[in-house]
């Protein structure tokens, strides 16, 4: 591994913005995993090598903390939620958070996804008579705004308030690839008039979500049960004899915006990449094809077959693996760090490249090429995969995202053929915080008859 500075020049010149994400992973796993840039007079560590990944967010997790303009735009959107909180905070949240993603509480969840995207997908069996669909990523994004309000709430959000969601939030996402320049939060200011704009499109989305929350709270009221993470955590709560839920407190906001944008953009822009997958490689598609209709018969519901589909899981984390939701995850040093390799200075920036982590070639045999089989056999990589974290700061949400994508899946074979779109491109870039493709290329679903 190599201490020497790198000139940051063009690593962050605009012209490579959306493919920063991929230099900062080749800058760091050509050094070894560990790499310095200078840039702006600022010192950046850009970490590839999972073991060195693994030191930082273990030993040394409290002296790095999320900072930046990037941030802070996240946190106007989100609020104090787990996605921008640092140190006990976050770690709080995140025990608040624990016990209405265990194992058993997912599996309760699971049916009621499963009947949400029913309802989605079977809107768009119905106009697809005539032919094939063409499905946006917008579209998949929106389907996965309903899922996310009845998985939460236990009903789901209004049409009106799902266009409004979307609109307000993705917009609020623009701004993010309008500072330059970006991707390491430098430098670290924004428009007065872009701020302002932001603070009123995330008011609107926050009074969406806090009417939603009075909804609940007035049908628990009524003592109707729902099978959602709002009444798992109360219960939850009440059971261990805590003070129940004081919902209009602030923390308890943070929770419900923590709850709802941890899992709303990357849950959906995981399926965006499976399908663009199955388009352009069709042996792909029969695999998974043959898989769950061997398994999905009249007598045997979905969630009760997820454990079987193991060659459908291994897919899924493969494209998990080349296509991370969030390819790199920035923080900064708040004091001297000694660690394995040396001394990070405090003020440094540090990026734990997850793209980089995942393109190793000290850790993956052929990084580059698409192989389901590296996850078959139960074969975990559990320190060599990063797309949730590791440790205590690893993603709660980690079987439920998974669990998710595999029952979309799933819904989609038994109800349409993926059209074989061997030009469909994937290619990827990262305009602003998610892995995005290169183009908006629609996919192709044909009804199965």
Same mark, same amino acid.
């Given at each position: 591994?190599?201490?020497?500075?790198?000139?940051?020049?063009?690593?962050?010149?605009?012209?490579?913005?959306?493919?920063?994400?991929?230099?900062?992973?080749?800058?760091?796993?050509?050094?070894? @995993?560990?790499? %310095?840039?200078?840039?702006? &007079?600022?010192?950046?560590?850009?970490? +590839? !090598?999972?073991? *060195?990944?693994?030191? =930082?967010?273990?030993?040394?997790?409290?002296?790095?903390?999320?900072?930046?303009?990037?941030?802070?735009?996240?946190?106007?959107?989100?609020?104090?939620?787990?996605?921008?909180?640092? @140190?006990?905070? %976050?770690?709080?949240?995140? &025990?608040?958070?624990?016990?209405?993603? +265990? !194992?058993?509480? *997912?599996?309760?969840? =699971?049916?009621?996804?499963?009947?949400?995207?029913?309802?989605?997908?079977?809107?768009?069996?119905?106009?697809?008579?005539?032919?094939?669909?063409?499905?946006?990523?917008?579209?998949?994004?929106?389907?996965?705004?309903?899922?996310?309000?009845?998985?939460?709430?236990?009903?789901?959000?209004?049409?009106?308030?799902?266009?409004?969601?979307?609109?307000?939030?993705?917009?609020?996402?623009?701004?993010?690839?309008?500072?330059?320049?970006?991707?390491?939060?430098?430098?670290?200011?924004?428009?007065?008039?872009?701020?302002?704009?932001?603070?009123?499109?995330?008011?609107?989305?926050?009074?969406?979500?806090?009417?939603?929350?009075?909804?609940?709270?007035?049908?628990?009221?009524?003592?109707?049960?729902?099978?959602?993470?709002?009444?798992?955590?109360?219960?939850?709560?009440?059971?261990?004899?805590?003070?129940?839920?004081?919902?209009?407190?602030?923390?308890?906001?943070?929770?419900?915006?923590?709850?709802?944008?941890?899992?709303?953009?990357?849950?959906?822009?995981?399926?965006?990449?499976?399908?663009?997958?199955?388009?352009?490689?069709?042996?792909?598609?029969?695999?998974?094809?043959?898989?769950?209709?061997?398994?999905?018969?009249?007598?045997?519901?979905?969630?009760?077959?997820?454990?079987?589909?193991?060659?459908?899981?291994?897919?899924?984390?493969?494209?998990?693996?080349?296509?991370?939701?969030?390819?790199?995850?920035?923080?900064?040093?708040?004091?001297?760090?000694?660690?394995?390799?040396?001394?990070?200075?405090?003020?440094?920036?540090?990026?734990?490249?997850?793209?980089?982590?995942?393109?190793?070639?000290?850790?993956?045999?052929?990084?580059?090429?698409?192989?389901?089989?590296?996850?078959?056999?139960?074969?975990?990589?559990?320190?060599?995969?990063?797309?949730?974290?590791?440790?205590?700061?690893?993603?709660?949400?980690?079987?439920?995202?998974?669990?998710?994508?595999?029952?979309?899946?799933?819904?989609?074979?038994?109800?349409?053929?993926?059209?074989?779109?061997?030009?469909?491109?994937?290619?990827?870039?990262?305009?602003?915080?998610?892995?995005?493709?290169?183009?908006?290329?629609?996919?192709?679903?044909?009804?199965?008859?």
């Amino acid at each position: 591994m190599t201490t020497e500075f790198i000139c940051g020049k063009e690593i962050f010149s605009p012209k490579n913005r959306p493919i920063r994400y991929k230099l900062f992973a080749k800058t760091a796993n050509k050094a070894g @995993g560990v790499a %310095w840039i200078k840039f702006l &007079q600022k010192n950046i560590l850009v970490v +590839s !090598d999972p073991l *060195v990944a693994k030191e =930082l967010y273990t030993k040394h997790a409290s002296g790095l903390i999320r900072s930046g303009i990037s941030n802070g735009i996240i946190m106007e959107m989100v609020g104090s939620s787990v996605l921008t909180v640092n @140190g006990d905070e %976050w770690l709080h949240l995140r &025990q608040d958070i624990n016990p209405s993603l +265990s !194992d058993l509480a *997912v599996d309760a969840y =699971l049916p009621s996804i499963a009947d949400s995207y029913v309802r989605r997908l079977d809107n768009w069996f119905e106009g697809s008579s005539s032919g094939a669909i063409s499905i946006l990523p917008n579209d998949l994004l929106a389907s996965s705004y309903y899922v996310k309000s009845r998985l939460i709430f236990g009903n789901e959000f209004s049409d009106e308030e799902v266009i409004s969601l979307v609109d307000n939030d993705t917009t609020c996402l623009a701004y993010l690839a309008k500072i330059a320049p970006s991707g390491a939060n430098f430098p670290s200011w924004i428009p007065f008039s872009a701020k302002n704009s932001i603070k009123k499109l995330t008011g609107m989305s926050a009074k969406i979500l806090l009417k939603n929350l009075d909804d609940y709270l007035i049908r628990r009221g009524n003592c109707i049960e729902d099978i959602c993470i709002l009444d798992s955590f109360y219960g939850e709560r009440l059971a261990r004899g805590r003070c129940p839920l004081q919902f209009g407190q602030q923390k308890q906001i943070d929770l419900i915006r923590t709850l709802f944008y941890s899992s709303v953009a990357t849950t959906s822009t995981t399926i965006v990449w499976a399908l663009r997958i199955l388009s352009a490689k069709f042996q792909v598609w029969e695999i998974i094809k043959s898989e769950i209709d061997s398994l999905l018969t009249d007598d045997r519901s979905l969630p009760d077959v997820l454990p079987f589909m193991h060659k459908t899981r291994a897919f899924v984390l493969e494209v998990m693996r080349c296509y991370p939701a969030v390819p790199s995850i920035l923080k900064e040093a708040v004091s001297d760090i000694s660690c394995s390799f040396g001394v990070i200075p405090k003020g440094s920036a540090v990026i734990v490249s997850i793209h980089g982590i995942h393109t190793n070639p000290l850790y993956w045999q052929n990084p580059a090429e698409f192989s389901m089989d590296r996850f078959e056999l139960n074969a975990s990589h559990h320190e060599t995969f990063w797309t949730f974290g590791l440790g205590s700061h690893a993603c709660p949400g980690r079987m439920l995202a998974i669990s998710e994508v595999m029952i979309v899946l799933a819904l989609l074979v038994r109800r349409f053929c993926v059209v074989s779109q061997p030009s469909m491109s994937l290619d990827a870039n990262c305009p602003s915080i998610f892995l995005e493709p290169m183009d908006s290329q629609a996919f192709l679903l044909e009804p199965r008859l």
